[in-house]
């Protein structure tokens, strides 16, 4: 079994930070890579970024790119995502995910609330 825990959430106001924090354990033999997805009330869920063990390439929503960072630490199966210029429309559940052996794997979600 595999376990993603996210943390970090909370409630920010508009142009505020927040830092995510994703961390896998369990029966994990390889990553292939990790990343964050969200979904805010009445809508799909959608890619935030994702990041590839292999060589360390990142990938990012149009919405998010140039004001969210995705990291991760290697030796920990953790996965970070500094997230800068918040503004009320990034108000979703955010989701930690992991693909291993490529099979999908999701954490619980944490709550990000940006006030205006």
């Known amino acids: 079994q595999v376990q993603l825990v996210e943390s970090g959430g909370g409630l920010v106001q508009a142009g505020g930070s927040l830092r995510l924090s994703c961390a896998a354990s369990g029966s994990i033999l390889s990553i292939n890579g990790m990343g964050w997805a969200r979904q805010a009330p009445g809508k799909q869920r959608e890619l935030v970024a994702g990041i590839i063990s292999d060589g360390g390439s990142t990938n990012y929503g149009d919405s998010v790119k140039g004001r969210f960072t995705i990291s991760r630490d290697n030796a920990e199966n953790t996965v970070y995502l500094q997230m800068n210029s918040l503004k009320p429309e990034d108000t979703a559940v955010y989701y930690c995910?992991?693909?291993?052996?490529?099979?999908?794997?999701w954490g619980q979600g944490t709550q990000v609330t940006v006030s205006s």
């Open positions: 995910y992991a693909v291993i052996q490529w099979s999908h794997y």
